[in-house]
T-cell receptor, first 116, second 113 residues
Framework: NAGVTQTPKFQVLKTGQSMTLQCAQD?????MSWYRQDPGMGLRLIHY???????DQGEVPNGYNVSRSTTEDFPLRLLSAAPSQTSVYFC???????????????FGPGTRLTVL | QKEVEQDPGPLSVPEGAIVSLNCTYS??????FMWYRQYSRKGPELLMY????GNKEDGRFTAQVDKSSKYISLFIRDSQPSDSATYLC?????????????FGKGTKLSVKP
């Protein structure tokens, strides 16, 4: 199993450009999510999905768009990049299980994005 | 007040020391308490998790939850240079979405040989 993979590893954008961060998992996990990690801010949830065709917003969704057409893939789109979106982005996945259980979230290696 | 507070450190200890990492929280609905370890330029990985109150031990690591004080701890015994990483606490409500974790800011630990 490759686990959770993310591409690209690094990206530099100019303000106003758009791009898509790719995330894929091969563990047949129903749940997938995107976080951003900034110095002094910890991990913050951007968007998440509980299954194909179902997405919802997290704590910091503005400026980002997601869709989930397959169980394996969960791309994150930056519509018009801003310097405030400079960050490290992590994708994670887990089994959904029931609300009364905890299933480990597996994180990808991250994408380091700089917006100039 | 943020829901989860964690001292970012950095924390530097000599090899073999006992390390204590802590988080406080304000939401009494949290029932699942996790510790993730993140090496430099890597994604977080789950170290331990505890449901509700109590202690959990795994080798050199012990996680404690005190719900009455809204306080969780991670103890590392006989710390090793390979334990040098950022440690993130995370919490979730019972019945909430699996991924709706609230993370602390992380504490950066350095264990010196």
């Amino acid at each position: 199993n490759a686990g959770v993979t993310q591409t690209p590893k690094f990206q530099v954008l100019k303000t106003g450009q758009s791009m898509t961060l790719q995330c894929a998992q091969d563990m047949n996990h129903e749940y997938m999510s995107w976080y951003r990690q900034d110095p002094g801010m910890g991990l913050r949830l951007i968007h998440y999905s509980v299954g194909a065709g179902i997405t919802d917003q997290g704590e910091v969704p503005n400026g980002y768009n997601v869709s989930r057409s397959t169980t394996e893939d969960f791309p994150l789109r930056l519509l018009s990049a801003a310097p405030s979106q400079t960050s490290v982005y992590f994708c994670a996945s887990s089994y959904s299980g029931s609300g009364g259980s905890y299933n480990e979230q597996f994180f990808g290696p991250g994408t380091r994005l700089t917006v100039l | 007040q943020k829901e989860v507070e964690q001292d970012p450190g950095p924390l530097s200890v000599p090899e073999g020391a006992i390390v204590s990492l802590n988080c406080t929280y304000s939401n009494s609905a949290f029932q699942y308490f996790m510790w993730y370890r993140q090496y430099s330029r890597k994604g977080p990985e789950l170290l331990m998790y505890t449901y509700s109150s109590g202690n959990k031990e795994d080798g050199r690591f012990t996680a404690q939850v005190d719900k009455s004080s809204k306080y969780i701890s991670l103890f590392i015994r006989d710390s090793q240079p390979s334990d040098s990483a950022t440690y993130l606490c995370a919490m979730r409500k019972y019945g909430g979405s699996q991924g709706n974790l609230i993370f602390g800011k992380g504490t950066k630990l350095s264990v010196k040989p």
